[in-house]
């Protein structure tokens, strides 16, 4: 598929952040970062749904950046952590649907614990995290 301009691959230095490991992209606006293989993948004519997923994620986060505006959003995210975990749910419910509408199972476990620990500088509780993430995912 063709991507937006503003999607690329991530740079060297960005590559050994823990953040980009995991999650497979990062959105350093106004531009998106994916892992390589993503980026790769998603350029193909039959890109995976983990691809197309972590696009939308970052997708979900940019464009929700642009309507509340990049610097006070940016400033929440890293100010309080309820907002972190509410703007990672929203952008894990983009995440869900293509994983779902593909039936890719979702690893609410990993991702609670990615979510409640250093990696998102403690957002909330892993029981939180798990319980909205499950809820979540059977909405999808
Ligand atoms: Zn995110």
Redesign the pocket.
């Known amino acids: 598929m063709k991507l937006p301009r503003y999607v690329k691959t991530q740079p060297a230095l960005l590559r050994y952040l823990p953040t980009f490991k995991n ?1 497979g992209g990062n959105n350093v606006f106004p531009f998106i970062f994916l892992r390589k293989d993503l980026y790769n993948d998603l350029l193909t004519d039959k890109p995976q749904p983990k691809s197309i997923a972590a696009l939308l ?2 997708e979900t ?1 940019r464009q929700r950046q642009i309507s509340s505006g990049w610097f006070l959003w940016s400033l929440k995210y890293v100010l309080f952590p309820s907002f972190r975990f509410m703007e ?1 749910l929203e ?1 894990y419910k983009a995440t869900m649907s293509v994983l779902k509408k593909n039936k890719v199972p979702f690893d609410t476990e990993k991702v609670s614990k990615h979510l409640s620990g250093p990696l998102y500088l403690w957002s909330t509780s892993y029981a939180r995290a798990k319980l909205s993430l499950e809820k979540a995912w059977n909405e999808t």
């Open positions: 999650s994620h970052e986060h990672e952008a």
